[in-house]
């Protein structure tokens, strides 16, 4: 069957962030550092292309093919794609200056399934490709949040903004995180590629690369990665 893959799209790429220890631990012989040459800067593809790369990409991650009958069947069975394909699309459709016609159509589509999902993630949010929203339902994202590629967001999830304190601003979150259900990651706290988040934690610290945490505040309790939780990121 015919796929809907083509060449991908060159994205522009910031600065590298480096993931500081929360504590005095070191993960012995872990990268620390989430490489930006892996990530897209932002969700704002620029192109049709570019657009599509997205789309097939959180495809991917739920049924492991990008062929159109596979994107029409998810699309119309899956909520959680169902989501990621119109927050794409809103965001694509706001950036590209042709299709702004229709844009407050395709926003009015994204805003009813906001509240049928219970899902606030701003169009324009920075969301590399490989979305994975599994159970929808108290998903919020703040706007200036950024999320590197395949990722996993559960329900009950938080990325909230921290407005005083030594952590005032965003999450950011490396490739390949998962976050589990009820877990809330406020401030601006740097999540290191592959990492783990338990289910109802709260992360208010940095968390170094691979680490696993769990609890109120999050502790580290292994570096055993996200694997087994994140799942075909070969796109």
């Known amino acids: 069957m015919d796929e809907i893959r083509g060449n991908q799209p060159t994205y522009s790429y910031p600065k590298r962030v480096v993931v500081r220890y929360p504590d005095t631990r070191q993960a012995p012989a872990l990268p620390t550092i989430i490489e930006s040459s892996e990530r897209p800067e932002v969700a704002l593809p620029a192109t049709f292309q570019a657009y599509l790369h997205l789309v097939r990409a959180d495809l991917y991650r739920k049924k492991e093919r990008t062929d159109w009958v596979t994107l029409a069947k998810t699309l119309y069975s899956d909520m959680g794609f169902k989501h990621c ?53 108290g998903i919020v994202v703040n706007s200036r949040a950024k999320i590197g590629r395949n990722c996993n967001l559960s329900h009950g ?64 309790i292994s570096y055993k990665s996200s694997s087994g939780y994140i799942n075909a990121t070969d796109y």
């Not at 009015?108 to 590399?128: C, E, F, S, V």
């Not at 490739?175 to 290191?192: H, L, M, R, S, T």
């Open 85 to 137: 394909f119109w927050l794409r699309t809103c965001t694509f459709t706001k950036k590209k200056r042709s299709l702004r016609t229709v844009y407050p159509l395709v926003r009015a589509i994204y805003l009813h399934y906001q509240h049928k999902h219970g899902i606030w993630i701003a169009p324009g949010t920075q969301i590399g490709p490989g979305l994975y929203i599994n159970h929808v339902g």
């Open 157 to 220: 999830v938080t990325l909230g903004q921290a407005n005083r304190g030594n952590s005032v601003g965003s999450p950011i979150l490396g490739d390949n995180v998962f976050v589990g259900p009820g877990a809330k990651v406020i401030g601006a706290v740097e999540v290191g590629d592959n990492a783990a988040i338990g289910a109802n934690s709260v992360v208010t610290k940095d968390v170094p690369a691979r680490a696993v945490v769990v609890g109120a505040p999050a502790k580290i």
